[in-house]
């Protein structure tokens, strides 16, 4: 396992990922809806890996649903950082994290643009669950 670190600007949310190949193999995922846009956010997501989301002041973060309203994207409410995004499907929680939240030097392939706009709600769940991290913690 690849292990990487990172978190939003304030330090309020820290993100531990383990990615089960090396970092350089992952083309992050840049969703061209407006929101994602607008933050500059592409996502990092790998279904044997793991993810923890550290949250120091649960006060302080927030979620936002957008599009389907299906997934919930983890925001910093002191620093204004898009984390990632969860979605809960029943029992199970599925992240993927912001790649620009990850800290600096590590190298990615290119980013990949997607469109899930594109997708049904039921196709994006699909996705998720298939694309998504699967070991998801989030400690408060």
Known sequence: MHELSGGCHCGNIVVRVRLSR???????RACDCDFCRKHG??????AQGAVA???RDQRESA???????AAECLICRKCGVLIGALYRG????????????IDSGVHFAAEQPVSPQ???????????????FRDVEIIS
């Open 118 to 132: 594109k997708l049904t709600e039921a196709e994006k769940i699909q996705r998720w669950q298939q694309l998504w």
């Open 53 to 55: 989301i550290h949250i």
């Open 90 to 101: 029943g029992e199970k929680l599925y992240a993927t994290v912001n790649v620009n939240v």
């Open 63 to 69: 979620t936002y649903r957008q599009g389907s309203g």
């Open 41 to 46: 956010a592409a996502y990092l997501s790998d």
């Open 22 to 28: 090396v970092p350089d193999s992952y083309s992050p």
